[in-house]
């Protein structure tokens, strides 16, 4: 069983950065696929981003390319998004999510996905 456990989020203006750091525990770390979503208020749960194993790879919803990067360092259990330019419509609760093996396909799917966190508020002021 993964235990998953975000931080980071906060209130800021827009065109500010935030880094969020989602923090694993319970499994090993290196054998799952990670990845971020998050939900607005009175919205569905969305994609975010998502990186492999290994980092080989990294995917991203069309919102948030070229201004979101989502890494990860093995060696401490831990994932990363790094979110730069915010804009008011990024509010939301962002959750991690872990799945075995790997990065599902559609890694956009969040019924694949197999642990999730408890979420950490982003709010973007305009």
């Known amino acids: 069983q993964v235990q998953l456990v975000e931080s980071g989020g906060g209130l800021v203006q827009a065109g500010d950065s935030l880094r969020l750091s989602c923090a694993a525990s319970g499994g090993t770390f290196s054998r799952y696929g990670m990845g971020w979503f998050r939900q607005a208020p009175g919205k569905e749960r969305e994609s975010v981003a998502a990186?492999?194993?290994?980092?080989?790879?990294?995917f991203y919803t069309d919102s948030v390319k070229g201004r979101f990067t989502i890494s990860r360092y093995n060696a401490k259990n831990t994932v990363y998004l790094q979110m730069n330019s915010l804009r008011p419509e990024d509010t939301a609760v962002y959750y991690c999510?872990?799945?075995?093996?790997?990065?599902?396909?559609?890694?956009?799917?969040?019924?694949?996905?197999?642990?999730w966190g408890q979420g950490t508020q982003v709010t973007v002021s305009s």
């Open positions: 990186i492999t194993r290994n980092s080989g790879n990294t």
């Open positions: 999510a872990a799945t075995f093996p790997g990065v599902p396909n559609p890694w956009y799917a969040d019924a694949q996905w197999d642990y």
